[in-house]
Structure formats: structure tokens, C-alpha cells
């Protein structure tokens, strides 16, 4: 009985472990600091520069800011730019350089727009957090000495996805608490971010990863988990993802694993790659454009059978060749995008010829969005686009 109103030790809570193994890639390799951004050069000397001039001594008495340095001053940020760029990325290194591991939880509050955009969050949780005065600066468990400024900071992702009112109310949060209170906005388009809540941040433009930035990445990542990668797949990587870092990691972790449940384990190949991607082989793609009329040998490329294949005589031959392709299951949308860049692309088809089938490419695109049938616009598309070149 003693021991039953013996007073117990309080439970520690332990820390979910992560299994390495089992991480997805794009978080296991997400930059820790903000050197580890690839590309976005300007971003990262800006923000960089802010992280020296932090690097001071404050002083607190009574939870009030008694001195604070000028040059250590961090604006409000509005990050716009693609998917996959390291938009959120870069913020998230920049507030663990800032606060550390022991003082993040408690100075940062990230939401995701998409899932908390309506006016009622930015009037409770946005304005409960963002009211609240930062609490002095601790010692790190790590060792390690942070900055600590005297302010948080709060991340909205995807605040382009915020409602009108939503942002409107955000404005005004943003200039009563800014003493104490940072905020980042991270969109993929600027233009949906209203123009008062714009003004109010220094706008910073993420762009597309270019080769060597990605070519670098992915060939440290592919290094650090043993997986031998070829030239041929890394430029595959490049051209399926456009720009997309997060989306290129994903294609190779995919691949690697693919490659694995072989026994023995495969090589990665090109194929693979555009394959998991969900991109029509470059081969369907050629064969399709030769019956069509376009003469793909001229343009460096192969037919299905790796021979050049005649023009369709009338419209039982192209029907019969768009069946052959929708039965694979390919995606509309991917092949009038890969058919337009071959004619774009194309050395001997006329400016006139690329003109027409350009436009025949835009009226697809728009009926494929409103929901029309993908078999009926792709024979249409091929009727037009013989028709056009005849």
C-alpha cells in the first residue's frame, strides 16, 4: 500500500526515433542550413548577411526588450516560386540557425494555407501566437551558441491558397505584433497574394533548379545511398522533373528501389526513370509523330519499331494509330505536351506549319482541362495536325 501513494517520477516523453532507412529521401536530405540550399544564389547571400548581423548580444529584463541592434532587423518575407525550389526549405534552415533545436518549437508556427487558410485561424491561432512575447534566450542542449533574436516567426505555406478575407485580416496582424513577430509567406504564385499584404514583404523569387544545381545534388544523394547512376539517367532525372528537385529525388529514390527488387539488383536505366515519371517513351512518341507526317528521322528519332514508319494514308490509319496509344494508357495531357515540344523543336517544319499545329495543341489543352474526351481530342488533334502538314 506504500508503494501505491508513493508519489511517482514524472514520464520524461522520449522522442519519436526516425528510422533513417525508412525516411523519404526529399526529407532526409532537406538542407539543414541554409548554405545547403542549391541555387537561388540571391536568396541565400540576402538571407545569409541577415544571420551575421543577428549574431549580437541582447539584453532582457522583465521579458522587455531593453536593447536591441538595428542591422539585426529581419523583414516580413513573401518566398514565391515553382514547386520543389526550396522555398520552405530555406525558411525552415534559416529558424533553426536563428533559434536552434530547444527554442524552435516555441518561437515557430508553421501552417500549411492549403488545410488552415479560412479568416477564423488568422483571428485565433495566427493572432494567439503571434501576441505572445518571445521568452529569453536558453542554452542549447546541442552546445551549440544560437542568435536567438527577440522575435518569432510564422510560416504560412501556400498562402496563395489563403481566402481574401483571410489575408486581409493578416495585414493588420502583421504590422501590431511586428516588434515581436515575423512573418514568411511561401506561394507558388505571387499574383494571388493580395497587394496590401504584398507590399508589406520583401519579395524573394525562387527559380527553377538549373542542370549543374541539380546534376550536383542528385549525384551527392545517389553517392551518399550507394546507387550507381549513369549520365544517361541523371539527364533523364533532369528533363521528366523540369526544374523540380523535390520531384527529381523522388523519381531516383523510386528507381533505386525498383532496381533493388531484382535479384540481383538491376542497373537504373533512362527508361526507368521515364517510366516512373509518367512521360510517354520517347519511341511511342516518335512513331506517333511519323504517322502524322512528321518526319522524325530528320529530327534525330526512332519510330516504335526502330525503323521509319510511312505517313497514315486517311483517317482509318491515324484512328487506328491514337487506338494503339490510348490502349496503353498514356496520358493525354503528357502526349500532346511531349508531340508540341517535337514540333516546336522540329528543323525542317515551317514557321507557318508550327504556327497551326500550336494552336490546334492550345484548343486540345483547353477542352482536356474542362473534361472532354481524352480518345476523341487526341484523334482530333491528329487529324488536324495531318491535315496541317499534307
Given at each position: ?107 515557430v508556427l508553421e501552417l500549411n494555407a492549403s488545410d488552415e487558410r479560412g479568416i477564423s485561424i488568422v483571428r485565433e491561432k495566427i493572432k494567439d501566437f503571434a501576441r505572445q512575447t518571445p521568452r529569453a534566450q536558453k542554452v542549447s542542449s546541442d552546445g551549440k551558441t544560437y542568435p536567438c533574436p527577440p522575435y518569432k516567426i510564422i510560416i ?235
Amino acid at each position: 500500500m506504500d508503494s501505491f501513494f508513493k508519489p511517482q517520477a514524472p514520464r520524461v516523453p522520449q522522442k519519436h526515433a526516425v528510422d533513417p532507412q525508412n525516411q523519404p529521401w526529399v526529407e532526409k536530405y532537406r538542407p539543414k542550413t541554409i548554405d545547403d540550399v542549391s541555387a537561388q544564389e540571391h536568396t541565400v547571400a540576402v538571407l545569409r548577411k541577415t544571420l551575421t548581423s543577428t549574431n549580437v548580444k541582447f539584453i532582457w529584463m522583465n521579458v522587455d526588450l531593453v536593447k536591441l541592434n538595428p542591422s539585426s532587423q529581419l523583414p516580413h518575407m513573401l518566398f514565391y516560386g515553382p514547386p520543389g525550389t526550396g522555398k520552405t526549405s530555406t525558411i525552415l534552415a534559416l529558424s533553426r540557425q536563428l533559434f536552434g533545436p530547444d527554442n524552435f518549437r516555441s518561437r515557430v508556427l508553421e501552417l500549411n494555407a492549403s488545410d488552415e487558410r479560412g479568416i477564423s485561424i488568422v483571428r485565433e491561432k495566427i493572432k494567439d501566437f503571434a501576441r505572445q512575447t518571445p521568452r529569453a534566450q536558453k542554452v542549447s542542449s546541442d552546445g551549440k551558441t544560437y542568435p536567438c533574436p527577440p522575435y518569432k516567426i510564422i510560416i504560412l505555406d501556400e498562402a496563395d491558397s489563403m481566402t481574401q478575407d483571410a489575408q486581409a485580416a493578416l495585414r493588420r496582424i502583421m504590422e501590431t505584433y511586428a516588434r515581436i513577430t515575423r512573418f514568411c509567406l511561401v506561394c507558388n504564385y505571387v499574383t494571388r497574394i493580395i497587394e496590401p499584404l504584398a507590399s508589406r514583404c520583401s519579395k524573394f523569387r525562387f527559380k527553377p533548379l538549373d542542370p549543374s544545381s541539380t546534376t550536383g545534388r542528385l549525384s551527392q544523394i545517389a553517392s551518399a545511398e550507394h546507387v550507381p547512376v549513369s549520365d544517361d539517367v541523371i539527364q533523364a532525372l533532369i528533363s521528366t522533373s523540369q526544374g523540380d528537385l523535390r520531384r527529381s529525388i523522388t523519381y531516383l529514390q523510386s528507381a533505386s528501389r525498383l532496381s533493388m527488387s531484382s535479384d540481383p539488383p538491376s542497373e537504373i536505366t533512362a527508361s526507368d526513370i521515364q517510366e516512373i515519371a509518367g512521360v510517354v517513351p520517347d519511341t511511342v512518341i516518335s512513331g506517333f509523330a511519323a504517322t502524322l507526317g512528321i518526319d522524325v528521322a530528320t529530327n534525330g528519332a526512332m519510330d516504335v519499331d526502330g525503323q521509319t514508319q510511312p505517313k497514315a494514308k486517311g483517317f482509318d490509319g491515324v484512328r487506328t494509330k491514337v487506338k494503339e496509344i490510348i490502349r496503353e494508357g498514356y496520358s493525354a495531357s503528357q502526349i500532346l505536351s511531349q508531340l508540341h515540344d517535337l514540333v516546336i523543336e522540329h528543323p525542317t517544319l515551317t514557321a507557318r506549319q508550327k504556327a497551326r499545329c500550336a494552336l490546334i495543341f492550345a484548343e486540345a489543352d483547353k477542352a482536356l482541362c474542362d473534361g472532354a474526351d481524352e480518345e476523341l481530342w487526341i484523334l482530333e488533334v491528329a487529324l488536324r495536325v495531318h491535315k496541317a502538314l499534307s
